[in-house]
């Protein structure tokens, strides 16, 4: 289980978590091999402990993926820059970058 993996990476003794944690040794002891399902109030206290989230000792991390542009853009405009951004290779977004960088809103007219 991950609570023992970060408690010896540590090189930190059952007693001396659990001692920190106000629990039993035999309580932590339980809980790190899984024999036990500690409340919420208790895996909170683990994962700030052990400086990790909750969500991470708990498994329950998914993969995030990025929406559409259009999901979050609304302007059909700024979603045609967007899409012509992403089909721009690695060291054609570097020229643009550097293309951009050189000019302000106050030097862009209107063709």
Known sequence: MKIRKLRT???LKQVEVAAALDL??????????????PGREAMIRI????????????????KVTAPDAGQVIK??????????WRGL???QKLLMTRM????????????
Request: aromatic share 8%.
């Open 24 to 37: 039993s040794r035999g309580s932590y002891a339980m809980i790190e091999t899984g024999a036990d399902t």
């Open 9 to 11: 990476a540590r090189g």
């Open 75 to 84: 302007d059909p405009g700024e979603i045609g820059l967007v899409q012509f």
């Open 89 to 91: 290779s690695a060291d």
């Open 47 to 62: 994962a700030d402990f052990f400086g990790v989230s909750l969500d991470w000792l708990e498994d329950r991390l998914h």
């Open 100 to 111: 951009l960088g050189n000019l302000s809103p106050a030097t862009i007219t209107a063709a």
